[in-house]
C-alpha cells in the first residue's frame, strides 16, 4: 500500500475503495458520514481492478483527483494498493495498520450486493471475510437488507438522498455532452478535470 497523503494511526479505521473515475461529491459524503463510526477513513485505489479494466482517467490522473479529495478533510487519507478484492485490501490494511485495527469497508448498496451475492469457491468465503472487516453500507436508491446471519457485521449508513444520483458515470456523461458537470465533483476536483483535456470525451 503506497500512500497518496498521511498513514495516521487510527484504532478504528474506515476503508472506502472505489475506481473514482472521477471522484464524486457522493465518494466525499460517503467518507465523511463514514467518519461517525470509525477514527479515519483511507480512500483506497487499486492499481488494477479484479473485474474491469482501467478506461477513461489513468492511474496517475486518478491518484491526483483523489489526494485532492483526501486533503479536504484532516481525518481522510488517500493510497494506492496492489490488491483490487476487499480481501486483499484489508490485509494490505493489516500490514500498514497492525494487526489490531478495527476495519470497517464503506461501500454503497450496489458494491454491497456483488461482494456478498459473488460466487466465490468456498460456501463460507463471506462470513470468512466478515470475520477479518466488517462493512458498513450506505443507503443509495434504497437501503441494503443482509442475509440474517450476517447481520451482526453488515451496518446500514444514511446518506440524503440528494446523493442518489451522483455517479462518476453522470459526470463523465456530462463531460463528454458538454453538460454542466461541476456541482457533482468536490471543488477541488475541478481544476484538475479542467486539465484533463479530452479525457472523458471532451474538454472539461
Known sequence: MVFLTGQGQPQRLGVLPGSFNPPTRAHLALAEAALAEVDQVVLVLPRAFPHKNYEGASLPQRAKM??????????????????????????????????????????????????IGWKYDS?????????????????RLGAYQPPAPLRSQIRGLELPADYDTVSASEVRRRISEGEPWEHLVPESIIPILNEMSGVYGRSA
Not at 70 to 93: K, Q, Y
Open 123 to 139: 460456501p463460507h468465503a463471506v462470513s470468512q471475510m466478515l470475520g477479518v472487516f466488517r462493512l458498513l453500507v450506505a443507503c
Open 66 to 115: 483523489l489526494q485532492a479529495l483526501a486533503e479536504t478533510n484532516p481525518r481522510l487519507s488517500a493510497a494506492l494498493s496492489a490488491g483490487g478484492l476487499f480481501i486483499e485490501i484489508a490485509r494490505e490494511c493489516r500490514a500498514v495498520y497492525g494487526p489490531d485495527v478495527q476495519l470497517t469497508f464503506v461501500c454503497g448498496r450496489d458494491a454491497a450486493e456483488r461482494i
